[in-house]
């Protein structure tokens, strides 16, 4: 499987209406989380972000937030962002168009937010133009920096590595509150916490206003 751990500036350019990163000299960083609420996953990573008065920003699957109405309310009351990450987790790239924003509306229903992050970083440049537009306009929120915890061949200490070494003032990072990334995500996710907070870091929600 091959990635980015660190967006490179040529991708940059060519989706720069996206938000890759939040550039100054202040020592923030913007944890994010995908594809959840998760019934175990999701409380897992809100304990932990407590511990830490940590603030993130979740950027969840309509469905998902169907199903776990409970923890989708609990990140909003700890004071954290969300963020609509399509209904079914599409792909953009296998998706028409219409297709495609009729289901981020139809998550908006449940997710009440101006943030969007496409599944997997896949969407076409017709797609964000569509988005933007609209009584409803979506700011695309994509990453600096990818843990790499959605990575079933990596090693945990390697997915804490990426983020200790790649991370830094304004850094937008990727972590994943599902099934699948948990055991790497468990692993790092603290340790970076503790790394970070210990160098003085605030990690803070991405808000954009409607």
Known sequence: ??????????LRKIYSSCVW???GKEKVI?????????P??????????????????FFCIGKNVLAQPL??????????????????????????????????REAEKCIDSP??????????KSQLKLLSMGHRRLTSIMWTVLSGDFDVTL??????????????NGS??????????????TFALPKMLEHFTGKGYRFEAIRIAH
């Open 115 to 124: 943030l969007f992050r496409p599944p997997y970083g896949r969407i076409t």
């Open 21 to 23: 990163r939040f550039p």
């Open 71 to 104: 923890i989708y309310k609990r990140i909003l009351l700890e004071g954290h962002a969300v963020g609509n990450h399509t209904f079914n987790h599409l792909n953009g790239w296998k998706t028409v168009a219409d297709d495609y924003i009729n289901n981020v």
């Open 30 to 38: 913007y944890l994010t989380f995908d594809d959840g609420p998760h």
């Open 155 to 168: 090693a945990r200490e390697k997915c804490l590595k990426n983020v200790l070494t790649k991370t830094g």
């Open 172 to 185: 937008i990072v990727v972590f994943h509150d599902s099934e699948k990334a948990f055991e790497r995500m």
């Open 40 to 57: 175990n996953v999701t409380p897992f990573v809100l304990n932990t972000l407590k511990l830490y008065n940590a603030k993130a920003t």
């Open 1 to 10: 499987m091959f990635y980015f751990v660190k967006t490179p500036w040529w």
